[in-house]
Every structure is written in C-alpha cells, then in structure tokens.
C-alpha cells in the first residue's frame, strides 16, 4: 500500500507563481525523498531530508518536514514551464529485511507560461 | 558519469509469455532497486539487491524474480504474463540501501502485456 498521500493531486499555475506540495505519511521515517518525473520517464531526484531535519533549500525548493504531523511539503519558487512534471514525495524506513522507499501517488503539476 | 540505463525500452508480450529486463547501474553503485508504475496502483516497490544479495523485496507474486551480477547489472524476471503486468519498470541505482540515500533512477522499460 502507498505510504504517502499528496496533496493536490493536480495543480496548474502560471509561470513565475510559487507551487506548493503537500505530503502526508502514516509510520515512522528515516527520511523523506522529493522526485520529479516528466511524462512516463525514469525519476529524478530532488531533495532528502532526514527525520531530524525540519526545513531544507535546494536553488528554489523548499521542503519542510514535520514528524509530529507525519507531514512534508515541497514548494518550487518563481515556477517555470520547465517545472511542469509528476511530483512524488518518497519515505524511507529501515525494516527488519532491509530498507525500501515507499511512494506517494503524486502530484501532477502545470505550469502554463 | 553514465547515468543508469536499462534495456529494452519498449517490449511488447502475450499473454503467458516471460520477459526480462535488464539494468546497468551508475558505476560504483553497489544497490539496484526495481520498482513498478502503474496508473492504478503508482509506484511499488518490487525488490533491492546489493552486492548480488536480494536484501528487500515488495508484496508481488512470486512470478517475479531478478538477480544482480558481481558488476552490479541487474535482472529482473516476470514469468506466466499476466494483462495487469503491462507498466514501466523502472531501476534505480545508489551507493547504499534504497531509501537510505538518492536513488538515481533509469528512464524505463514500458511493458506491454496482450
């Protein structure tokens, strides 16, 4: 089952507006993972902050990370066409048989210029 | 450095059929993770090897198996194709455990199963 939850699932917003993602869990994380995919491609990765980290900032990312509220959420700045793509937020956890990234169902968001 | 890659693109089976798909990870990545998309059920998780030992391994059927060489390619297996195997297979390569640090992932293979 999906780990997270993300939050809206689809955004559209014009370019140069700020985007804002949210991403909501449900068990105990070692960290939190933000990837980008375009269209039916491989990910790329964007952010990871660690369970004991409350705010990171990658050039115009933003990712805040709230373990009380098992909560992230990842804001592009000054957004770009460029930026249109699935955004996913990832948990990771050590379990007794290894440890595994369990993703959210995304976000789809669109940046019109 | 060469990102991951994987091998073929594009696959089109029937029904019953078995397919395996190929990955190469970033050289000096000792850990290769297979996760599957699809749009009803997102990404999940399948199975991570490291250092040719299957260290993790998602809730999918035992039709679907992969192995990894002493060079750290890997192989994924799906036996008996079944419609709902049709996705993009996806592998993803990192210097440890998934989830412990970025995974770098390759663009895919799409699977289409008839």
């Known amino acids: 089952s999906q780990q997270g939850e993300e939050d809206p699932q689809a955004l559209s917003i014009q370019e140069g507006e700020n985007a804002t993602m949210n991403c909501s869990y449900k068990t105990s994380i070692n960290n939190l993972q933000w990837y980008r995919q375009n269209s039916g491609r491989g990910l790329v990765h964007l952010i990871l902050i660690r369970s004991n980290e409350r705010e990171k900032h990658s050039g115009r990312l933003r990712v805040t990370l709230d373990t009380s509220k098992k909560s992230s959420s990842l804001l592009i700045t000054a957004s770009r066409a460029a930026d249109t793509a699935s955004y996913f937020c990832?948990?990771?956890?050590?379990?007794?048989?290894?440890?595994?990234?369990?993703f959210g169902e995304g976000t789809q968001l669109t940046v019109n210029p | 450095k060469a990102g991951v890659t994987q091998t073929p693109r594009y696959l089109i089976k029937t029904r019953g059929q078995q397919v395996t798909l190929s990955c190469s990870p970033i050289s000096g990545h000792r850990s290769v993770s297979w996760y599957q998309q699809t749009p009803g059920q997102g990404l999940q998780f399948l199975f991570e090897y490291f250092s040719e030992t299957q260290r993790n391994k998602g809730n999918f059927p035992g039709r679907f198996s992969g192995r990894q060489f002493s060079n750290s390619r890997s192989e994924m297996n799906v036996s008996t194709l079944e419609l709902g195997d049709s996705a993009l297979y996806l592998c993803?390569?990192?210097?440890?455990?998934?989830?412990?640090?970025?995974?770098?992932f390759g663009p895919g293979t799409r699977l289409t199963v008839t």
């Open positions: 990832a948990t990771a956890r050590w379990e007794t048989s290894g440890s595994r990234l369990t």
């Open positions: 993803a390569s990192s210097t440890s455990g998934s989830g412990i640090r970025e995974q770098y």
